[in-house]
């Protein structure tokens, strides 16, 4: 039961951190459109950001 619970709670976090990733893709985008360097260089931080928290999730459901 335990772990049922818990790969469900992987698979949301999972979730939620791609959503992240496909906001920081729509801001990188506006700010090329606005040629907005600034916007766009907090965008990509925000994306390896994302990335760099996704991984140990990933690493974690590609044991189960």
């Given amino acids: 039961m335990q772990k049922k619970k818990d790969d469900l709670e992987?698979?949301?976090q999972l979730f939620g951190w791609i959503l992240f990733?496909?906001?920081?893709l729509l801001f990188m985008a506006a700010s090329?459109?606005?040629?907005?360097?600034?916007?766009?260089?907090?965008?990509?931080?925000?994306?390896?950001?994302?990335?760099?928290?996704l991984i140990p999730l990933v690493?974690?459901?590609a044991k189960k």
Avoid: E, H, P
Avoid at 45 to 53: E, G, K, M
């Fill in 10 to 12: 992987i698979k949301i």
């Fill in 21 to 24: 990733i496909i906001c920081a």
């Fill in 32 to 53: 090329l459109k606005n040629q907005d360097v600034l916007t766009f260089a907090g965008s990509l931080i925000f994306l390896v950001a994302c990335i760099v928290f």
């Fill in 59 to 61: 690493k974690r459901l």
